[in-house]
C-alpha cells in the first residue's frame, strides 16, 4: 500500500519560514519524480516545485528564489523549504509522486497571516 505523508504545515508570519517533509511508503521511491502542489479553495491544484528522479527541479515563478525542494533517496523523503512566505503562500500543500503510477498524500495546511 503506497503512503505519502506530509508534515509540517501551520501558522507562520509572513515573511517567516516552513520546511515541508513528505515520507513516502511502498514505491520505489528513487524511481518516482516528486513534486509539491498547492491548492486554496475554488481553484485548481497548481505545482509548486518538483524534482526528477534524477534531481532536476522546477518551480513555479511566484516561489523561484524563496523555496527550495530536495530529496533524500535514503530516507524516502522529499522535503520543501519556504523561505520569506506571503499571505498568498496560503494552501493545502500536497506531495505527489509520480512515476509508474500517480499518488498524492493527505495535505497539509500552511497559513501565512500576521
Known amino acids: 500500500q503506497v503512503q505519502l505523508v506530509e508534515s509540517g504545515g501551520g501558522l507562520v508570519q509572513p515573511g517567516g519560514s516552513l520546511r515541508l517533509s513528505c515520507a513516502a511508503n511502498g514505491i520505489i521511491f528513487r524511481l518516482y519524480n516528486m513534486g509539491w502542489y498547492r491548492q486554496v479553495p475554488g481553484k485548481q491544484r497548481e505545482l509548486v516545485a518538483a524534482?526528477?528522479?534524477?534531481?532536476?527541479?522546477t518551480y513555479a515563478n511566484s516561489v523561484k528564489g524563496r523555496f527550495t525542494i530536495s530529496r533524500d533517496n535514503a530516507r524516502n523523503t522529499v522535503d520543501l523549504q519556504m523561505n520569506s512566505l506571503k499571505p498568498e503562500d496560503t494552501a493545502v500543500y500536497y506531495c505527489n509522486a509520480g512515476g509508474m503510477g500517480d499518488y498524492w498524500g493527505q495535505g497539509t495546511q500552511v497559513t501565512v497571516s500576521s
Open positions: 524534482i526528477t528522479r534524477y534531481g532536476s527541479t
